[in-house]
């Protein structure tokens, strides 16, 4: 079964849909946003191994030609120097401003190939075919696009919302362990941020979650669309409802940083660390009961995740300079730390409000763990 989410932006609206075996049925899906019976791919190395046959074939199967571009896999692609690469090669395709780009991959390329269709011919549209859990769940939706800077991640970009996302649930198999349950980090804020009734499903579903049942997949992954879909729509340029997004992010960017955006932490580990600290911060502050990290600590266990500052390997600095490192965050507005925080499981709001007192003795108890 094929579910749909759509996502209402006035003139930009756009259907996400959500199945097994959707990749087979791309072309189908495809073919209707068309003018001319071409589209152009771009993907990665590791992603085109796996899944870009399929996609051309399904393509063919409609009567759609396609060339396409592979890129080197991982999180440095996602520059300058790759994205240059990418507009020019769809310029030599002779990508027109009616045509349609596809990105086939995970958040690096869905965001690369967002931003250069965004600025091609000042803009083309493209589907969002999504291969990782953290690109269905999160980075396909929403229009956030870009690259990143010697400066900093994601710091060079644009809003652009793709015409189309297929997430096709089949291909979270191919998925290592570990990327998985990065990519679940983000399933687990959602429930955290804003629906407590789906945290408690999580917390019932957790095998069948972890064995990847497409039944529970499909609907972690849309009512996690969904509920972005409905932020997205409030608020789609981050003014701000869609900072909610961005729990457990602010101490996650700083771990990042930490580890040097290595694979000693992936972005989704650091989403389920940060969430558990933010809720920790939060019953500090009194917003709510000890209880409430207690039970976030205890689901992001249960499924093998990492949970605290102990399960990041190799050494950390001390907490003034993960603190100093948080300041340091692009959400920071007039040298002010925002943190999203909550008044319990799903009830999450956004604050200047935290003392830098109460967050440098979080992190030194965190660290103390270690
Ligand atoms: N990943 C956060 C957002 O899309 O706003």
């Known amino acids: 079964m094929i579910e749909t989410v759509h996502v209402p932006l006035e003139g930009r609206a756009y259907d996400v849909r959500i199945g097994a075996d959707l990749l087979d049925r791309a072309g189908v899906e495809i073919a209707p946003l068309l003018k001319r019976p071409r589209v152009a791919i771009v993907t990665d190395a590791h992603v085109a191994d796996l899944h870009l046959k399929a996609l051309e074939a399904a393509l063919a199967a409609e009567g759609i030609a396609s060339v396409s571009l592979t ?12 994205f240059e690469r990418t507009v020019e090669w769809l310029l030599e395709q002779k990508v027109e401003r ?12 869905g965001d690369l190939v967002g931003f250069a269709a965004a600025v091609l011919r000042r803009g083309v549209r493209f589907v969002q075919i999504p291969t ?3 690109a269905q769940v999160d980075s396909s939706v929403g229009g956030k696009t870009g690259i990143n800077a010697p400066q900093g991640k994601n710091l060079i970009g644009a809003f652009h919302q793709p015409a189309l996302v297929l997430a ?8 290592p362990k570990r990327d998985f349950l990065a990519g679940y980090g983000e399933v687990v804020k959602y429930g955290l941020l804003g629906d407590a ?22 609907y972690a992954v849309k009512r996690s669309v969904e509920m972005k879909a409905e932020i997205v729509v409030r608020d789609e340029t981050e003014q701000g409802d869609r900072a909610l997004l961005n729990l457990g992010h602010t101490f996650c960017h700083a771990f990042e940083a930490a580890t040097g955006y290595s694979d000693r932490l992936l972005h989704g580990e650091g989403v389920a660390i940060g969430c558990a600290l933010a809720f920790e911060l939060s019953s500090r502050l009194g917003l709510c009961s000890q209880e409430e990290p207690s039970r976030v600590r205890e689901m992001l266990s249960t499924m093998g995740m990492k949970v605290t500052l102990a399960d990041i390997d190799g050494d950390l600095p001390d907490a003034r300079a993960l603190l100093d490192l ?45």
């Open 326 to 370: 948080m300041g340091q965050d692009k959400k920071v507005i007039d040298g002010q730390l925002r943190f999203i925080l909550a008044r319990g499981i799903g009830q999450a709001f956004v604050t200047s409000e935290v003392p830098a007192d109460t967050v440098l003795h979080l992190l030194q108890d965190a660290l103390s763990e270690r």
């Open 168 to 175: 096709d649930i089949s291909v979270l198999n191919t998925l």
């Open 71 to 82: 890129l080197p896999a991982g999180e440095s692609t996602k520059g300058w120097p790759q």
């Open 132 to 134: 990782s859990l953290l």
């Open 98 to 109: 009616r045509d349609v780009v596809v990105a086939l991959g995970g958040g690096v390329i």
């Open 197 to 218: 009734a789906f945290f408690d499903w999580q917390d019932q579903n957790a095998a069948r979650i972890a064995a990847r049942d497409p039944e529970a997949l499909a």
